[in-house]
Nanobody, 114 residues
Framework: QVQFAESGGFLVQPGGSLRLSCVVS????????MGWYRQAPGKQRDLVAS???????NYTDSVKGRFTISRDNAKNTLFLQMTSLKPEDTAVYYC????????WGQGTQVTVSA
């Protein structure tokens, strides 16, 4: 059974930083393309960062230079380091394979507000 357990979301002021974690079970982050997605209120869920099994990273334009995706193969965990956060980054963040597996975790809420 594939499961994703996201954590690390919080309320942070604009310009702040957060590090999200996602413990993955049922699939291996080392041999699958993996990604972080986010869904803002009233909007669709979008892929914002991805990591190929070959180590190549890709980011949507709005987060380039601010977000960094990484993984710990031994712990089967995916991370998203977020810096220079903006109010428009407010969303529920999810990790999943890329393309996404049909199962989703609960996500973790990131709120950027003064």
């Amino acid at each position: 059974q594939v499961q994703f357990a996201e954590s690390g979301g919080f309320l942070v002021q604009p310009g702040g930083s957060l590090r999200l974690s996602c413990v993955v079970s049922g699939i291996s982050v080392s041999i699958n393309d993996m990604g972080w997605y986010r869904q803002a209120p009233g909007k669709q869920r979008d892929l914002v960062a991805s990591f190929t099994l070959w180590g190549r990273t890709n980011y949507t334009d709005s987060v380039k230079g601010r977000f960094t995706i990484s993984r710990d193969n031994a712990k089967n965990t995916l991370f998203l380091q977020m810096t220079s956060l903006k109010p428009e980054d407010t969303a529920v963040y999810y990790c999943n394979a890329a393309p996404a597996h049909r199962s989703w975790g609960q996500g973790t809420q990131v709120t950027v507000s003064a």
